[in-house]
């Protein structure tokens, strides 16, 4: 699975990190142009289970399989 975090919503609230059971979604020390630090990804770990799509209150995390 691949992770897209769309930097023009996220607000780095990190909800999509507390909430990742395979810690696919971590801090990260990017910034966005708002600001705001963005989290980083590791998809190699990801299972797509979407708890991070769902928790999202800026609908700003995607997951998409990879082909």
Do not use: W
Not at 18 to 45: E, S
Request: hydrophobic share 30%; net charge positive.
């Amino acid at each position: 699975m691949k992770i897209l975090i769309d930097e023009t919503y996220c607000k780095g609230c990190g909800l999509c990190i507390t909430v990742c059971p395979k810690q696919a979604i971590f801090p990260g020390t990017r910034r966005n142009p708002k600001g705001y630090v963005m989290p980083d990804t590791d998809a190699g770990r990801c299972d797509g289970c979407k708890s991070c799509e769902i928790i999202c209150p800026d609908f700003a995390v995607v997951t998409v399989k990879e082909t």
